[in-house]
């Protein structure tokens, strides 16, 4: 795909990316949902019910989606989620999404499982790049992948706590797998008469007590991942986190889950204004941008949006994808006579 067809939309950007993606299950991996897809069709459904008033003739002279997170200044609230084996979508694999993402004043978050080293993909960044941590099934071992991305300068922390339990259904090509990881430990065994998921798979899963371990350990912006219930919210407030992501996966671990939308309406609403909430799973617009915004939301991760970019086009497709729906926000913006995103977040506290 070139960069100069007319109407660039991220329908296009999907089906050029389905037609460039060379693994054929790879395909079917970027699109995968948990069971019948309810909660990712929840996702989307909660954002296709919302409903704009514009308020025209307002002067937005001067408007801009500048914001700060974590010390850091973006041009605007969209970053991109963790998402891994990004070498299964270009060869260019993260590298690609992070230089791009810089380039367009944004950041990446880069997935525990990133098909590139860590020190590649910060070397193809000019901002410091984000770090997305998956329990490694000991304090140990996490602390050991957390020192490695602290040497080679990553700048926030991101915990996902929603998917202890890796559900890959597809064996990777052997040439693209998690670098960064150490070799699986191998697992405890138990007793015939236990639970394979209880005594089995969540005997890797960390605890609400090896998050605070984490909090105190770490001195670096942290964020947790994957929260959709307000005590959970208050819970990580109290132990100190410096922001969370309502997200559930984009729907693809519990099928059946609450929408993102309505859970980020209620977490806000139980943190007041006192924690930074960044949103992802099911942004497919700058109009869900705004909406995200306007529920309480101070920035938005993309997931499968930017993959299509990296897919159809490389770095230039992701730069695209962002553009696109900056674009698009600012206009939703301009029409809705918000000139700052704090006008935006205005509207969460009615
Ligand atoms: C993900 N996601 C994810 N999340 C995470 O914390 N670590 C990871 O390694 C991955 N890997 C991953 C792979 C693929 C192929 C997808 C599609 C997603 C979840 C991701 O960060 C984000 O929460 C969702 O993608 C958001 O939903 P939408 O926007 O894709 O609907």
Not at 102 to 118: E, K, R
Request: proline content about 5%; some cysteine.
């Amino acid at each position: 795909m070139t960069a100069s067809f007319d109407l660039p939309s991220l329908k296009r950007f999907e089906a050029e990316a389905q037609a460039h993606i060379r693994h054929p299950q790879a395909w079917d991996y970027l699109q995968d949902c948990a069971g019948l897809g309810r909660t990712h069709q929840a996702n989307l459904q909660a954002f296709a019910e919302q409903r704009l008033v514009p308020r025209p003739l307002v002067n937005v002279g001067g408007g801009h989606t500048r914001c700060e997170l974590f010390g850091q200044c973006f041009e605007h609230p969209i970053l991109l989620a963790p998402i891994a084996y990004q070498m299964l979508f270009h060869a260019h694999g993260e590298q690609a999404s992070a230089a791009a993402a810089s380039a367009q004043g944004s950041t990446l978050v880069v997935s525990s499982l990133a098909s590139q080293t860590l020190e590649q993909i910060a070397a193809a960044s000019d901002t410091p790049p984000w770090f997305q941590i998956y329990w490694q099934g000991s304090r140990e071992r996490t602390s050991r992948l957390i020192d490695r991305a602290l040497a080679a300068g990553y700048h926030t922390f991101m915990i996902t706590v929603d998917a202890p339990v890796k559900q890959a259904h597809f064996e990777l090509p052997p040439e693209i797998y998690a670098v960064n990881l150490e070799v699986p430990a191998a697992p405890a065994a138990k007793h015939p008469h236990q639970s394979e998921v209880f005594d089995g798979w969540m005997r890797q899963a960390p605890t609400w007590e090896d998050m605070a371990w984490l909090r105190d350990t770490l001195n670096k912006p942290l964020l947790i991942k994957g929260i959709l219930h307000r005590d959970d919210a208050l819970h990580a407030q109290k132990l100190g986190f410096d922001g969370l992501v309502v997200s559930n996966h984009g729907g693809r671990v519990l099928d059946g889950c609450i929408d993102s939308l309505s859970a980020l309406r209620d977490i806000r609403s139980a943190l007041k204004d006192e924690l930074p909430i960044l949103f992802d799973s099911g942004i497919r617009s700058g109009q869900d941008i705004y909406h995200a915004l306007a529920s309480g939301a101070d920035a938005v991760l993309l997931g499968r949006p930017y993959i299509y970019g990296l897919a159809a086009n490389g770095a230039l497709g992701v730069a695209q994808v962002i553009r696109l729906l900056r674009d698009e926000l600012e206009m939703t913006m301009a029409l809705m006579g918000k000139r700052t995103l704090d006008d935006i977040h205005e509207l969460s506290k009615n």
